[in-house]
């Protein structure tokens, strides 16, 4: 059963816009949630995070946004910019439960356009 | 500072042979993880090596898979006999600390089986 879902399997956005990257997850032990991004032929590379305890973590032009009462978060790119083009990856952790493994949505794939 | 390194970066088999993935984490890194795309699907936690230790082996599919570590540096995943359903992407992630909040991953293997 899948526990952290990404139901939008890609997304176009203009250069320069702002891109909204859509995360769900299920459990309530999930508190800590993080962002990677992908490119072909390599490895996600982690893009930022946010803890349960916070409700907004800001790192340039990403910002991640936690809703817990709605278990949904979100990634915001502004301005996007073509380099942005990638798959975004939404994950979870349940690190107060004494694990530390990952858990990862399908991703996204979003293209900026020139 | 070297990446995580994988190899092989593809490997094609047929059903019922034997494969083994190979994994070099950031030097230093006692944390090693194991995770598993299959196509267009979420990217699956296998298992955690803390040094030479599995910590956590719960994301194993069954005892075709084995993994080891030796002497807490390189780790190997075994898989015999392969099957089908065990293409996909194999990502190795290492982290310096046990709450790591981010892995650091290697560009994968790709492993298909015909």
């Known amino acids: 059963d899948q526990q952290v879902k990404q139901n939008s399997p890609s997304l176009s956005v203009q250069e320069g816009r702002i891109s909204i990257l859509n995360c769900d997850y299920t459990?309530?032990?999930?508190?800590?949630f993080l962002w990677y991004k992908k490119y072909p032929a390599e490895g996600p590379t982690f893009l930022i995070s946010?803890?349960?305890?916070?409700d907004k973590n800001e790192d340039g032009r990403f910002t991640v946004f936690l809703n817990k009462s709605a278990k949904h978060l979100s990634l915001h790119i502004v301005p996007s910019q073509p380099g942005d083009s990638a798959v975004y990856f939404c994950a979870a952790s349940a690190l107060g439960t004494g694990a530390n493994n990952l858990f990862f949505g399908t991703g996204t794939r979003l293209t900026v356009i020139p | 500072e070297a990446g995580v390194t994988q190899f092989p970066s593809h490997s094609v088999i047929e059903k019922g042979q034997t494969v083994t993935l190979r994994c070099d984490p950031i030097?230093?890194?006692?944390?090693l993880y194991w995770y598993r795309r299959v196509m267009g699907k979420e990217i699956k936690f296998l298992l955690h090596f803390v040094k030479e230790s599995k910590q956590d082996e719960s994301g194993m599919p069954n005892n075709r898979f084995l993994a080891e570590r030796t002497g807490g540096t390189y780790s190997t995943l075994k898989v015999q006999p392969a099957e089908l359903e065990d293409s996909g992407v194999y990502f190795c992630?290492?982290?310096?600390?046990?709450?790591?909040?981010?892995?650091?991953f290697g560009p994968g293997t790709r492993l298909t089986v015909t």
């Open positions: 030097s230093g890194h006692d944390n």
């Open positions: 992630a290492s982290s310096p600390r046990w709450f790591a909040y981010e892995q650091y």
């Open positions: 459990n309530s032990m999930f508190d800590y």
């Open positions: 946010i803890s349960s305890i916070k």
